[in-house]
């Protein structure tokens, strides 16, 4: 079964900091994995897609990286501020005639000022 | 400016009586998809098209219908909706189902079943 693993559920961090989400995925022969940003009570916002050839991709404070082999994806982001607060989620591809992504649960991310 | 446009954002409805939500999307995509996300959990997927050819999950509830009349609209009904149907349901396109592309997201309807 296919299934996406986020840890942990939530994070509390001070402004300033660097800090890494997890991402875990138990089909490696993933297309590709995305990264959403979802504000309360919003949709879902596209941060990053790192396709299975590659090994990471990055956007202004954000870097996401890819371990196929390991089943794994982390997003690091740069210097957070409060403005970062949201749920971060994950998402895993496998193509097909669907193309259904395979969402994580999240994770709840709060900076302080 | 806005792609994937949800109405209404919120919508109560009573146990039992049907209720329609409404996607539309503006990047000319030939496919479109819905989510459901319930409370603290993650999105799972309701169905596709891709252009009229209607797509059903194995374990979506016969209770969950749609439509796409034409390119830029779609619809999700529910014909009786039950506690457990109230969540967040959100619609999404990409341009043709490939595995490399961006899916975008609008900005969800919560639903309330009372």
């Known amino acids: 079964k296919q299934e996406v693993t986020q840890i942990p559920a939530a994070l509390s961090v001070p402004e300033g900091e660097n800090l890494v989400l997890n991402c875990s995925f138990t089909?490696?022969?993933?297309?590709?994995l995305q990264w959403f940003r979802q504000d309360p009570g919003k949709g879902l916002t596209s941060l990053l897609l790192?396709?299975?050839?590659?090994r990471e991709q990055t956007s202004g404070r954000l870097n996401a990286s890819l371990d196929k082999s390991s089943g794994r994806s982390t997003l690091y982001i740069a210097a957070s501020q409060p403005g970062d607060s949201a749920t971060y989620l994950c998402?895993?591809?496998?193509?097909?005639?669907?193309?259904?992504?395979?969402f994580g649960t999240g994770t709840l991310l709060a900076v302080q000022p | 400016d806005a792609m994937v446009i949800q109405n209404p954002r919120y919508q109560v409805t009573q146990f039992g009586k049907p209720v329609t939500l409404s996607c539309s999307q503006t990047?000319?995509?030939?496919?479109m998809y819905w989510y459901q996300q319930k409370s603290s959990q993650a999105p799972k997927l309701l169905f596709h098209?891709?252009?009229?050819?209607?797509?059903n999950e194995a374990d979506t509830p016969d209770n969950f219908q749609s439509r796409r009349p034409n390119t830029s609209f779609c619809f999700l009904d529910i014909r009786s909706p039950g506690l457990g149907d109230a969540a967040m349901y959100l619609c999404?396109?990409?341009?043709?189902?490939?595995?490399?592309?961006?899916?975008?997201f609008g900005p969800g309807t919560r639903l309330l079943v009372l």
């Open positions: 790192i396709q299975s050839s590659q």
């Open positions: 098209y891709y252009d009229k050819d209607f797509n």
């Open positions: 999404a396109t990409s341009r043709d189902g490939l595995a490399e592309e961006t899916q975008y």
């Open positions: 998402a895993a591809s496998y193509g097909g005639a669907t193309n259904k992504l395979i």
């Open positions: 089909d490696s022969a993933i297309y590709n």
């Open positions: 990047l000319n995509h030939n496919v």
